[in-house]
């Protein structure tokens, strides 16, 4: 039973999140050869300033690059 974890930054709409998961369900399945009800995706959504790289949260990145 394939278990998928996704972390993801907070701010996509329930319609993009439904997508999202759906299409890599469809993929799990058809990969892996397995039926529906086996595949299990836990999506986790991260405030920006929960996640950084290096030294720097995404809300100074994307700041960052909108003075660009």
Do not use: C
């Amino acid at each position: 039973m394939p278990i998928i974890n996704v972390q993801l930054l907070a701010g996509r709409s329930a319609q993009q999140k439904d997508t999202f998961m759906k299409e890599v369900a469809a993929i799990a399945m058809r990969t892996l050869q397995v039926p529906e009800h086996v595949v299990t995706i836990v999506l986790t959504e991260v405030e920006r300033e929960h996640w950084s790289v290096g030294m720097k949260s995404m809300t100074e990145i994307q700041a960052a690059r909108l003075r660009e």
